[in-house]
Structure formats: structure tokens, C-alpha cells
Nanobody
Framework: QVQLVESGGGLVQAGGSLRLSCAASGGTSSSNAMGWFRQAPGKEREFVAAISGSGSNTDYEDSARGRFTISRDNAKNTMYLQMNALKPEDTAVYYC?????????????????WGQGTQVTVSS
């Protein structure tokens, strides 16, 4: 059973940085693409960034591109999201996800496994 555990969320001022981590266990490998999604109060869960199984291909939502960097360390079974220049509108619960495919995807329904989420709050 694949398990995903996020960490690294917290409270930060606008313009600050955070690095989220997602530790995977129970069978994930470099054959599993992974992604980050977020959900703000009253809104649907939305795509933030995705990375292929090997880490060679990445994709970003427009507002994240240039500020966020997704990466993974397959030796540690861990994925990261480095978030810089944070804005109040980045406030949300951030979820990591994994899918049974090598290819990165921005489609929420294509992911098979989800973590419980970590709260990110950006104050103005």
C-alpha cells in the first residue's frame, strides 16, 4: 500500500520561502510520476506542479512557474516543492500525489495515491 506523507508547511510572510517534502513508502519507484496540488478554502483542489518518474520532465501551473521548483530524490523516495516569492494567494493545503505511470500529469483524476496534506499560510 503506497503511503505519502507531506511535511514542511507553515506560516510565512509574503515574499518568503518554504520547502515542502513528500515522503513515499510502500512501493513507489522511479516508474511513478508525482505531483503537487493545493486546495484553498471554498475552492477545488488545483494543480501546482508535476514531475516524471525519472525527474527529467516537469510541468507547472502558470502562477507557480518561475517561483516554485519541483524535484525528487528517488534514492530517498522523496519529492520536494521549493516555493519562493510566496504570495497570500498561495495560502492553501498542499497535497502530494503519485500515479501509476512514468509520465507527469496535471490532471487530478489521473493520480492514484494522495497524502493527507500540509497547510501553507502566507501573511500579507
Amino acid at each position: 500500500q503506497v503511503q505519502l506523507v507531506e511535511s514542511g508547511g507553515g506560516l510565512v510572510q509574503a515574499g518568503g520561502s518554504l520547502r515542502l517534502s513528500c515522503a513515499a513508502s510502500g512501493g513507489t519507484s522511479s516508474s511513478n510520476a508525482m505531483g503537487w496540488f493545493r486546495q484553498a478554502p471554498g475552492k477545488e483542489r488545483e494543480f501546482v506542479a508535476a514531475i516524471s518518474g525519472s525527474g527529467s520532465n516537469t510541468d507547472y501551473e502558470d502562477s507557480a512557474r518561475g517561483r516554485f521548483t519541483i524535484s525528487r530524490d528517488n534514492a530517498k523516495n522523496t519529492m520536494y516543492l521549493q516555493m519562493n516569492a510566496l504570495k497570500p494567494e498561495d495560502t492553501a493545503v498542499y497535497y502530494c500525489a503519485a500515479r501509476v505511470s512514468w509520465f507527469a500529469s496535471r490532471y487530478r483524476g489521473s493520480y492514484n495515491y494522495w497524502g493527507q496534506g500540509t497547510q501553507v499560510t502566507v501573511s500579507s
